[in-house]
Each structure stands twice: as C-alpha cells, then as structure tokens.
C-alpha cells in the first residue's frame, strides 16, 4: 500500500496526540517491555559498518584479527548470529535500517544502478519516516555521524530527515575519484585520490576529506555528542565509512594487526566502539542505553585481501547468498537485555520497530513496516518474532528464508558479467546443517519449497513498489 500522508503530517500527528498514539497501552507506564522500572527515556546508539564480514571479528571467529571491545561488548550483551541487513549493497541496506521498510518498498533500490552516486538527482522519498524522526516526536535529540549514502542533496541529507546534526560524507568513499592508477589506486590508496567531501550539517568542512583520520574523527564525534545531550533522551547513528575500500587507517593502528591493512582498519573501528562504550560508563548512561553494532552487508571480496571475510558463509557483497546480507550483530544494554548468544533472525529492519516501541512512539500505521519487535528475544521473554527473511536484488526478489530453509528461485554472481540463473525447482539449503549453502536438498524436500513458496506469494501479493529513486541522474547542462 502507498502511504497516504507525508512524515511531516505524521510527526505533527505524533507531537499533538502522543499519548492516545502509544503502542500496546504504555502511555503512563514508568517501564520498559523488560518490566525493569524506569522514569526515564532510554537512549539508543546503532553502530553501522561499510562492507564488514560475517568473520571479521574476533567473537565471531577471525584467528587475527583483534576486537577486544567488540568482544567484550558481546559477553555483556547478545550476539546474534542469524542477523539480516534489507539489501546486500550499500544505499538499499540503509534504506531499510532507518526506515523499517524493505527497500523495495520505498524505491530505494534499482535494476538500473544499484546504489546513489554522485550525479544522483534523488535519495529518500520525503514521505519515508526515520527512526531518527520518530524518536524526535518523543522529545530526542538526535545526531547521524558518518556515512549516508541516502541522497547527497540538501533535501536528502540527514538534517532533513529527522537528525539535529550531521557530519560525515555523503556517499562511499571510493567515489569522486580524481586519481590514481586503475586498481593499483585501490591496493595502494592516497586521500587525494578521492575529491570525497566531509560534511558538517549541510556545509562541506573538508575536500578531499582526510580518510586517514576519519574512524578517530567519526568516533570523537560520537563521544563529543553522548557527553553533551547526557541530560536528555538521545540517538547517535554512527555509520563507519570503513571499512569499504579504499582503506584508510591513523597512524595509531598503522602495520599493527597481523591482518595487515584491512586488519587494521577493523581493529580502529574496535577502537572507536570501546570509545563510545567509555563514555556511556563514565557518563553513568549504560545501563539506560541500547547498543547495537552491525554491518550494512558482507564483504567485497573482488578486493582480495582488501576485502573482508564471510566466515563460513557462502560469497560476499552484491549477492543474495548468506554471505552477501548476513552480518555480525551485538546488541549491549548492561542490567536489561538477557545476555548470550541469540540464534534466532532478526534483521536491521527490526531495529527500527524495537527502538520506536521501546521509546513509547508510535510506529506508522498508514504503510507497511517489514520492522518487527525484538523485545521478547533481548528480555528473555520468548523468542525472535521474525521467522521469514526475503532476499531482493535490486527490484528482484532472489530468495527468501522461512525458519531453517533457505531457498533461491534466482542467482547471480555478485559483480561481473555473470547472468542470472533462475532456478525451478529453487535451490534449497537447510542453513542449521548447512550455512555455508552448498547441499542443494530441493529434491528431497519439495514441501518445504510450498511452504516458502506461499511466503513469497503472500509478500507478493501485498507489495507496492515505490517509484525508483535510483536511477534518477543530475542532468548535465550544456
């Protein structure tokens, strides 16, 4: 379904009447859904990656690389290891994060250009609603620091959709290149090969931005924002631009990993996050403040060992394999959420559900919202409410998982000149004995493809899709 009124006309609504709008009869109540007491709002910080593998972590099983906060950030909290992002590429992905919205539904994706770039003439519908805009109709102050990659246009940018603040770059960090040789600019990178602008609000503060500097930056920009909105409700979106090639890292963590570069990157991005947990520690804030870090999707691998690694998990970046949109999720909320490793689905989309009911506002009721509520997986309660998980490519459903049972109607290598393949019967993994995908059993269990097939059906049968935002190109004059 279309929605029928702009997110304007939804936070007004939300700000006149809140509190006949909140969700499940919280209004009044002094509790969170973990039925701890508290008078206060919780505050919320996701914590997002560019191009970061299911096996890039220490926790999550990489034998060089070091993450000691990340590690210690788990054992507190919950490790998930069955979590989705809505797409396998960067703008898509980002879409459905903030929006709670397969990316499908709001245009955010395309068979003609897979993510936004620089001569793009669009970015995020207007009528899209942010977490970031639901969470200031209940009084938040709000900051995105990092990477966007939803419309580099002022009437795109974060400040024009729900953030009080902005700084960060607008788009991948290998775009807007002005030098270097070939590939060889990728394997041996310089700042000044990429004319990438750092942007503070809606003024450019920096061009080329200095990439070498730009974890610590992003990450004393995260601390300096917790210390000064401590006496109010807050949420920090701090999207890492790394480690996306070209990599770039300061000199604190220069030829330090024994993964080299890459390892290096991934070990200041560490760094960053033992920040941020530092500070919600000293400023007395951790115990009122829901941490979620994650990734936007697997690695890209067609950098070799300038890429990351999946882990175990079949291919990377671009495709619809597990590799391409399963990542790395931890969730820390010390003395609230129920510790341990979580092997129920969840999705980053969910985020946006769990975090608008935990903050007592409303999510929208006038469109679909693929979001669903993590409450009874993060308090014990029960388990994850998310049970099915659709695979798109582009504009092109590929896949799409209903508990254990994966099955692909099509594939398609993740960059190259590859064709699809369309697959009937589908191909299909059961993921608990195979998470690598690479028994096809689709032979041996053709009531299970029914079952997965009415799923699609279902979704299918209530999809809108929005117009493409994607494909839309500044026109050059002249």
Same mark, same amino acid.
């Given at each position: ?11 007004? #609504? ?8 909140? !969700? ?9 859904n973990s039925g701890k007491s508290s008078s206060k709002k919780p505050n919320f910080v996701i914590i997002f990656c560019d191009d970061m593998g299911y096996g890039d972590l220490g926790c999550y099983g990489h034998p060089t690389i ?20 809505? #797409?396998?590429?960067?703008?898509? *992905? ?29 970015? %995020? ?11 200031? #109709? ?48 990728? !394997? ?40 000064? *909105? ?10 890492? *631009? ?14 330090? *990993? ?88 969840? #999705? ?23 979001? %669903?509520?993590?409450s009874p997986a993060l308090f014990g309660t029960g388990p994850s409410p998310r049970k099915v998980m659709f695979y798109y490519r582009g504009a092109k459903l590929y896949a799409a998982r209903k508990g254990l049972y994966k099955a ?57 899709p929005g117009e493409d935002q994607l494909a839309r190109r500044i026109e050059k004059k002249g």
């Amino acid at each position: 379904m279309r929605a029928n009124i702009n997110r304007r006309q939804f936070i007004k #609504a939300l700000g006149l009447g809140a509190g006949a709008l909140m !969700l499940g009869g919280c209004a009044g109540r002094g509790k969170l859904n973990s039925g701890k007491s508290s008078s206060k709002k919780p505050n919320f910080v996701i914590i997002f990656c560019d191009d970061m593998g299911y096996g890039d972590l220490g926790c999550y099983g990489h034998p060089t690389i070091r993450t000691p906060n990340l590690d210690q950030m788990a054992a507190e909290g919950q490790k998930w290891t069955n979590f989705y992002v809505g #797409a396998s590429v960067c703008t898509p *992905s980002r879409a459905a994060l903030l929006t709670g919205r397969l990316p499908i539904r709001s245009g955010m994706c395309s068979d003609k250009r897979r993510v936004l770039f620089p001569d793009s003439a669009s970015g %995020l519908p207007q009528g899209e609603v942010t977490i970031a805009e639901g969470l200031k #109709a209940k009084g938040y102050v709000t900051a995105c620091v990092g990477k966007w990659h939803l419309g580099h246009l002022p009437q795109y940018l974060p400040t024009n959709n729900g953030f009080d603040s902005y700084f960060g770059i607008p788009y991948s960090n290998d775009m807007d290149r002005v030098g270097g040789d070939g590939r060889q600019a990728f !394997l041996e990178p310089k700042t000044e090969y990429w004319n990438v602008p750092l942007m503070r609000d809606e003024e450019i503060v920096e061009r080329p931005a200095d990439q070498n500097t730009i974890t610590k930056r992003y990450a004393e920009e995260g601390v300096k924002f917790i210390k000064k *909105s401590k006496n109010k409700p807050f949420f920090l979106y701090l999207a890492n *631009s790394l480690p996306h090639v070209p990599l770039f890292v300061s000199e604190n963590f220069r030829n330090k *990993s024994l993964r080299g570069l890459y390892g290096d990157v991934i070990e200041e991005i560490d760094w960053g996050v033992g920040q941020i947990l530092q500070t919600l520690r000293r400023e007395g804030l951790a115990e009122n403040t829901f941490v979620v870090f994650t990734s936007d999707n697997g690695p890209w691998l067609i950098f070799n060992e300038h890429g990351g690694s999946a882990g175990l998990l079949r291919e990377g970046k671009g495709c619809t394999f597990e590799g391409g949109m399963r990542e790395p999720c931890i969730m820390w909320w010390p003395g609230t959420i129920k510790p341990g490793v979580m092997n129920d689905m969840g #999705a980053t989309m969910d985020l946006y559900t769990t975090i608008l009911t935990l903050a007592g506002t409303k999510v929208p009721d006038d469109r679909i919202v693929d979001g %669903l509520d993590l409450s009874p997986a993060l308090f014990g309660t029960g388990p994850s409410p998310r049970k099915v998980m659709f695979y798109y490519r582009g504009a092109k459903l590929y896949a799409a998982r209903k508990g254990l049972y994966k099955a692909h109607f099509i594939t398609k290598p993740a960059y190259g000149k590859g064709k699809e393949v369309r697959h009937n019967p589908p191909l299909l993994y059961h993921l608990g004995h195979d998470p690598s995908e690479k028994y096809n059993i689709s032979k041996d269990h053709p009531e299970v493809i029914k079952d997965i097939q009415k799923e699609v059906a279902l979704h299918l049968a209530n999809l809108t899709p929005g117009e493409d935002q994607l494909a839309r190109r500044i026109e050059k004059k002249g």
